[in-house]
């Protein structure tokens, strides 16, 4: 059984730029969410998908925006980059319905510069 | 407002010690209590959950303990290795494959 993939590994970005990151859902699963954690904090909820549509939302701004594919992976793109936007970028997987169990991947560490 | 207080903030145990970490929520629509383990430079693993309708669970050397009336749970790690250093986050949802809300964190040092 595959765990959860993402990639890139590390970003560097300046203020003002826009950034992709991109996940792969574990075998079976079937909704990605997708979690921002700053350092020392615990992770926060950005939004979820499932059956390629946002299926909950926390408090992140607009700019903050996600799709999901048929095979069930999905993208986060974040514009007009903020400093405040440095973090370590978390996808979870899950199966709808199923059980509330999250499982994450190693994460994205995006740097704004 | 924060949802799932944690505590404390960091924690030294010594080999072969009890580990203790608590949470508390405000929520009582929260139905689910995973607790995480993570490293450094790693994501968060999901290492043992409990929902309301029972008020232990036991893991191995994890074992979380849980008071509905609180609002509270808690995690327990027995014979705590230097293995079991890491950060552990609790954290709650409501409903199906809802949003987590985490707690802060716990650092744990597990000294030789």
């Known amino acids: 059984e595959t765990g959860v993939t993402q990639s890139p590994t590390h970003l560097i970005k300046t203020r003002g730029q826009q950034v992709t990151l991109r996940c792969s859902s574990q075998?079976?699963?079937?909704?990605v969410s997708w979690y921002q954690q700053a350092l020392g904090q615990g992770p926060q909820f950005i939004f979820q998908?499932?059956?390629?549509?946002?299926?909950g939302r926390g408090n992140f701004p607009p700019r903050f925006s996600g799709l999901q594919f048929p095979n069930y992976s999905s993208e986060l793109n974040v514009n007009a980059l903020e400093l405040d936007d440095s973090a370590l970028y978390l996808c979870?997987?899950?199966?709808?319905?199923?059980?509330?169990?999250?499982?994450f991947g190693p994460g994205t560490r995006l740097t704004v510069l | 407002q924060q949802q799932v207080k944690q505590s404390p903030q960091s924690l030294i145990v010594q080999k072969g010690g009890i580990s203790i970490i608590n949470c508390a929520y405000e929520?009582?629509?929260?139905?689910?209590f995973p607790w995480y383990q993570q490293f450094p430079g790693k994501g968060p693993a999901l290492l043992i959950a409990?929902?309301?309708?029972?008020s232990e669970k036991k893991e191995g050397r994890f074992t979380i303990s849980f008071n509905k009336s609180a609002k509270q749970f808690s995690l327990h790690i027995m014979d705590s290795q230097p293995g079991d250093s890491a950060t552990y986050f609790c954290a709650a949802s409501m409903g199906g494959s809802e949003k987590l809300v985490f707690g802060k964190g716990t650092k744990l040092t597990v000294n030789p």
């Open positions: 998908y499932y059956r390629e549509e946002e299926n």
């Open positions: 075998s079976g699963h079937n909704t």
């Open positions: 929520n009582t629509a929260f139905d689910y």
């Open positions: 409990i929902r309301p309708d029972v």
């Open positions: 979870a997987s899950s199966r709808q319905g199923q059980s509330n169990e999250q499982f």
